[in-house]
């Protein structure tokens, strides 16, 4: 049984990957490849079965400039068409050269990036 203890502490000692889970309230959080515990990001070892920890493919899905992909989910009107903002929920009212317009918040009205379900 000593032999096998051992043997799962030189196995911790080498990196594992950390993962990304979902909690309960489906927030993402960072945990333990071994014992699945949260970790808090930059951790070199879990507190809870002291697996040295690797941040390699979490930093790799940061892009190069920093950003993440995000998704946000909302209805629309029926007769909603990408870049008519009028209908949007997201846009706004702002100042124009000739008035009052609707203002796209991603600055994207020609490119609108909203998919329909």
């Keep these: 049984m000593q032999n096998d203890d051992v043997r799962a502490q030189l196995i911790r000692a080498f990196p594992a ?16 490849p071994t ?11 879990c ?3 002291s697996q040295v920890l690797s941040w390699k493919n979490i930093n790799e899905m940061m892009a ?16 909603f068409t990408n870049g008519n903002c009028r209908k949007c929920p997201l846009s706004y009212i702002g100042k124009g050269d000739t008035g009052n317009v ?3 918040p ?4 020609s490119a609108c990036p909203i998919k329909l379900c």
């Design 106 to 109: 991603l600055d994207m009205r």
């Design 35 to 45: 014992c699945s515990r949260a970790v808090a990001q930059g951790m070199d070892k």
């Design 64 to 79: 190069s400039n920093g950003m993440r992909k995000a998704v946000l989910e909302f209805e629309v009107a029926s007769d």
């Design 17 to 32: 990957e950390v993962v990304e889970a979902r909690g309960t309230r489906n927030e993402i959080y960072y945990a333990c």
């Design 102 to 104: 609707y203002e796209c």
């Design 47 to 49: 507190l809870g079965c």
